[in-house]
């Protein structure tokens, strides 16, 4: 779903006023979306929708309600999402060539023009079906989950609190990290240690704070400041409140990124040409051929304004009685 923030930043700009909807698998879309004005219903399918007949037909029978003037397949090889546009009612249906699966659909775009990246195909998508005129746009628009600043506030009131007691910092300078992801996308606790120490050695004066996963439990032995939260929104609030965040590849990566914070993200088994995050200051590390102490030196070279000793407070200057001098010169030349 953040993924798709994106497409619709790229809808607003081509449609202004237009009315989205929102069909998705599972109850996260809701949050991703709160506050797009755009967005005028979020249709949230229960996941693994068949276990759930009744729900499942019951919604797709309410968005079937209604006859849309456009209805997008965002997605390269997904057959779940074009089953759904298919029996979605629309004027056009617009969506990337599919060996077997262009039944139903006005527009079918070649997959040969979608980026390699996952949260652009979908707004070179809308763009090739735009108007001529509109389709010219440098760059892409980035993730963005669209927080308030009431949001804001409250993350960096948090964060506060996370570090109230440790020494004091360079203002405004910490450090997110989330050290879980899925599979063998997950370093193991040691490369962890190896790395945060490393860190650690090159910036002391860098205050760090864990991002619990959704399990509840640390990743990092529970050596530092951590923050948990069951929402989406408040974890990004919290995460939007720190000037880096690194993570490994997964959704949290993403949700910082969508959170404006400056990401690194760490990959060593999928390709961060396809995930990886961007715009924010943020950049993909490619770790697979690297040691923990290699990447942090290299997360350190790419945000080395962040990583730099604190200046040391100016001392207070001696004071040079300077205006009693000139005093007496002057009274020196009015008596000669």
Not at 13 to 41: H, Q
Not at 186 to 203: G, I, K, N, V
Not at 214 to 222: D, K, Q, Y
Not at 226 to 250: P, Q
């Amino acid at each position: 779903m953040l993924l798709m923030t994106p497409l619709i930043a790229e809808l607003e700009r081509l449609y202004k006023g237009a009315e989205i909807d929102v069909v998705a698998e599972g109850p996260l879309a809701a949050d991703v979306f709160a506050t797009f004005f755009s967005v005028k219903n979020i249709y949230c399918l229960p996941r693994r929708g068949f276990k759930h007949p009744v729900s499942f037909l019951a919604l797709l029978a309410r968005i079937r309600r209604t006859r849309y003037d456009l209805i997008i397949d965002p997605c390269v090889g997904s057959g779940f999402s074009r089953t759904l546009a298919r029996i979605s009612r629309g004027r056009y249906k617009l969506g990337f060539e599919a060996p077997g699966k262009s039944a139903g659909f006005t527009h079918l775009v070649p997959r040969a023009i979608a980026p390699p990246h996952m949260a652009q195909r979908p707004v070179a998508l809308a763009r090739w079906h735009a108007a001529a005129g509109q389709r010219e746009e440098p760059g892409f628009p980035a993730l963005d989950i669209r927080l308030t600043e009431g949001e804001r506030a409250c993350g960096k009131a948090v964060v506060r609190e996370l570090l109230a007691e440790q020494a004091p910092s360079r203002e405004g300078c910490t450090i997110g990290i989330f050290a879980d992801a899925t599979g063998s996308k997950r370093y193991p606790q040691a490369w962890w240690d190896s790395f945060l120490a490393t860190l650690r050695e090159h910036a002391p004066h860098l205050p760090m704070v864990e991002i619990v996963p959704m399990h509840g439990r640390s990743m990092l032995g529970s050596r530092g400041p951590s923050y948990y939260s069951s929402s989406i929104r408040r974890m990004a609030a919290v995460m939007a409140a720190m000037d880096l965040v690194i993570s490994a590849d997964c959704g949290v990566m993403h949700l910082a990124t969508a959170a404006q914070a400056p990401t690194m993200g760490m990959f060593c088994v999928t390709d961060a040409k396809v995930y990886g995050p961007y715009g924010m200051r943020s950049h993909s590390l490619l770790t697979r051929d690297m040691s923990a102490q290699e990447a942090a030196r290299q997360v350190i070279e790419a945000f080395a304004g962040l990583f730099s000793a604190p200046e040391l407070p100016l001392q207070e200057p001696t004071v040079v009685p300077a205006r009693a001098e000139v005093v007496a010169l002057a009274g020196r030349l009015q008596k000669t």
